[in-house]
């Protein structure tokens, strides 16, 4: 009797592959989304259950946009709080190229991963395939960016390239920028995740 719930073999070449051709569309419409506003981030968006990927990105005025519509409350007292709470929140960022066909290829391979992940035994073995699949798609992103697929968003001190999630832990964040952006952005990017406590 054959095992209908044997999860599928992942080609993780295969993945990094479809994932930068999803990228290279992506790229392709962000001029025509965003126009003549200056972008400070653009992502893969990963969901949560390793099942989809896709791409987010932002802009400076599209940041004040939201910021703008949310206005204050009790905690985020000032504009300058609320922003930096929404700056680095893909869900409130204003530009998203999650529902379209660019990545699914890319997307078939990805509910295989989830399925794998959810046969995984073990704390360990599954942390060390979710850590695999992470370096997969950031290999992905960087062979974009070693292509010159970015060079026309802006300047690489300021650019920030991530892999990303809706909810996205900030050591997280930060342990994947780092392999994708400048020290200069990174070092800013680190400033505004995980601001120093002041004494």
């Not at 969901?47 to 949310?70: C, K, M, Q, W």
């Not at 295989?112 to 695999?132: C, E, H, M, P, T």
């Not at 292509?147 to 994947?176: C, H, I, M, Y």
Request: aromatic share 10%; net charge neutral.
């Amino acid at each position: 009797m054959s095992n209908t719930n044997k999860s599928k073999s992942v080609s993780f070449p295969t993945l990094t592959k479809s994932v930068y051709l999803g990228l290279k569309k992506t790229v392709e419409v962000v001029s025509d989304r965003c126009g003549d506003e200056h972008l400070y981030v653009f992502a893969l968006w990963l969901s949560p259950t390793y099942s989809h990927v896709g791409a987010s990105f932002n802009t400076v005025e599209a940041l004040d946009r939201v910021v703008s519509a949310i206005g204050t409350d009790e905690f985020y007292d000032t504009a300058e709080k609320m922003r930096a709470l929404l700056k680095w929140n893909p869900d409130d960022w204003e530009y998203h190229e999650n529902k379209n066909d660019s990545f699914d290829t890319a997307n078939l391979i990805m509910q295989n991963v989830s399925d794998r992940l959810r046969s995984i035994k073990g704390a360990v073995a599954f942390q060390n395939y979710v850590d695999k699949v992470d370096d997969t798609l950031v290999k992905a992103i960087l062979r974009a960016q070693n292509e010159g697929l970015f060079d026309s968003f802006g300047d690489r001190d300021t650019l920030v390239l991530a892999l990303v999630q809706g909810d996205t832990e900030p050591k997280w964040f930060l342990k994947n920028a780092r392999r994708l952006i400048s020290r200069n952005a990174y070092s800013q990017l680190r400033s505004e995740i995980m601001p120093r406590k002041r004494k």
